[in-house]
């Protein structure tokens, strides 16, 4: 029996670069992969691969945004397979300004970037659990960070054009008590909510940039989305029934 038999995963963002590695996890680990994205032929994409490696996925258009969308697509899985086990928050929106510098951010992007991404967060986390309490249960995970919890490390960022963006900040550290309180509200419900914070993931990252990186960490430096993967199985789980409010970290030492 593999770890998640039977389950109906969405996987909110699962057309990225940690989201698509997710969905092909889930649907490794038994459960039905449900890639939720706005960018729907990149969902389609992932769910070729995922399918052409046998396992069971599909993909379905989404807006973290969109409160009447999420309900949509609830109620289309609902009425499709009886029943969904979990939600992931794994997708990323943010505004053409995203990535500043914290002298050049505005005010309307600062709120425009946190309203995107943790207000979508909120929206994904409030729709999907009122749907598990009237269902009996279900299983919620939300993408932090490491830097939710670490204050930011910018001279690793020297001589690139790349930042740790403020709004980034501000977000992550929200998503993680986010968790908290959603844990909280709905413990008594069979809901359980939590975290999960990777440290940075690679891709084409300059050298010298991962140099300053990887001195941090232990073994590996920065990681690839697979190896995150594993810590997101068993929050989704039944090995995790227990396991509610908490932000797992998986960053081979960076943030220690
Ligand atoms: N990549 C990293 O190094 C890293 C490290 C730590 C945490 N994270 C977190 O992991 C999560 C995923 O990051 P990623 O690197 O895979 O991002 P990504 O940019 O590669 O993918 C994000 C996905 O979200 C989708 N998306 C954007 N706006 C959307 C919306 N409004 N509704 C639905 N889908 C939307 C995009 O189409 C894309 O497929 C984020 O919360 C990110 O902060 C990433």
Redesign the pocket.
Known sequence: MSLLDGKVVVI??G?????RRFSLAVAQAGGLAVVA???LD?ARAVVGTIQADGGQAEAAP????DGDALDGLIADLHERHGRIDAVVN????RNANYGRKLEEVTYADFCANTG?HLG?YFLVAQRFALYFRDQGGGAIVN?A?IYGTLAPRFDIYAGTSMTMPVEYAAI?SAVIQLTRYFAQYFKADGVRVNALS????L?CQPQAFLDRYDAHCGGKGMLEAEDVAGALLFLLSDDARYVTGQNLIVDDGFSL
């Open positions: 909110s963002g057309a990225g670069l940690l989201g994205d706005r960018d990149a989404s807006d973290i945004t794994s997708a990323y929106p995107l979508g993408l960070s992550k990777p440290g940075g993931i891709d």
